[in-house]
């Protein structure tokens, strides 16, 4: 490997620059829930007194309130600044399932600014705060599933596939919304009802050593794992991972709202992890419109069933420029699909079209539905890097495509390990780069590619007998 050169060096820097742990909330002071009134007998609804005893902190100043062995059912809880929400080993809470104990608030749900309710545990426009320990965080999600997809079996026929994620409202089981400084660390999440760690708006933010447990009782749909939205400063590291939907994605908002909001992600690093069950492993997108621009993964291992490695996913009304996105050893074992580009991606779900003759609409109907001019609305990729990546008894190696006007821009592929059945695809890319790439194909070729111009080393075939 080549040594890199100083100004190499002060780019990289500049764009991939180090991100400083979340300043840690105030620990001086513990309080228990015990002091006030909680019981965690598994069948008080614990609510207000964990509340109370968060509020109590926060007045003091600060603190760490903790939550000692047993299980606490709740509903919707708010981490104030300068507090530590302590799950210690032995406790679980565990979310009601009534969605009335998650209240109604403005915030943004897959890339759209609307009410939702609140998530189990919150810290909303609130600095150095944290939602830490050894204990469980459980969503008990399953009826929240259910219900959803009863509401999909009515609106499927009638063309609504698109509004049902909207209209099916889900509590999700961790929110950093307009957050400062803040961290989620330790924790066992399972079953989210919804997505389970939105970071949304928010800066300076620490998501540490989850074990993210969700497929437990059923396969819960959206149950992603770590969803990073118009956020920067953002750490993710070694965190565990079984989903149903997207492990770690990345996110900025969809269509017309998100262009009008337009807040990128940047500056994020995620480190160590490990995902075991999903439908994609490391995500970018859909809600791609405020763009994305330095992202750095590395040490990420994937494994079966995962269907999906690495995937960017899109549509022709999000918008958005991805750039400055740097992906390094990885290792892909029995992963279907490596690495997977659709910008055209699940079109029932992406285009909004209300129906003729439905004219008593929600908001977000009509903020989904707002039309997109094409040269705002389509996504743009540029300035990919993927080294060390090592892949075994993978099926096709790339599923990659965008449109003619704005194809995939100064792609680099180094140190490249991969063994698989077929090649794939590669269409409308521009400067590709393989350098030191074995790509070990049944019948020894590389992917297809087609309307390219300036692909390097694309097709060069494993030079083993």
Known sequence: MQRRTLIQSALIAATFPTILPARQPNRGRVIDVADHGATGDGVTIETRAIQAAIDAAHRAGGGVVRLGPGLYRSGALFVKSGCTLEV???ATLRGVQDIAAYPVQ????????MEWPAALVNIVRERDAAIIGDGVIDGDGKPFWDRYWAMRRDYDPRGLRWAADYDCQRPRLIQLYEARNARVAGLTLTRSGFWTVHVCYSRGVEVSDLLIRNNIGGRGPSTDGIDIDSSEDV?????????NDDAICIKAGRDWDGLRVARPTRNVTIRDCVVRDALAGMTFGSETSGGFDGIDVAGLRIDYPVPLGIFFKSGSTRGGTIRNIRLSRIHLQDVATLFRVNLNWYPNYSYARIPAGLTDVPPHYRALATPVP????IPRIQGVEVSDVRAIGGKIAFEAAAYPEAPLRDFRFRGLRWDVREGGTIANARDWRFDDCVIDTLDGTGPKVTDSTNMVGVTKKDPRP
């Open 88 to 90: 210690a080993r032995g």
């Open 106 to 113: 403005r915030t943004r749900i897959a890339g759209i600014e």
């Open 374 to 377: 094409r040269e705002r609305g």
């Open 235 to 243: 750490r993710i590291a070694r965190c565990d991972l079984s989903v």
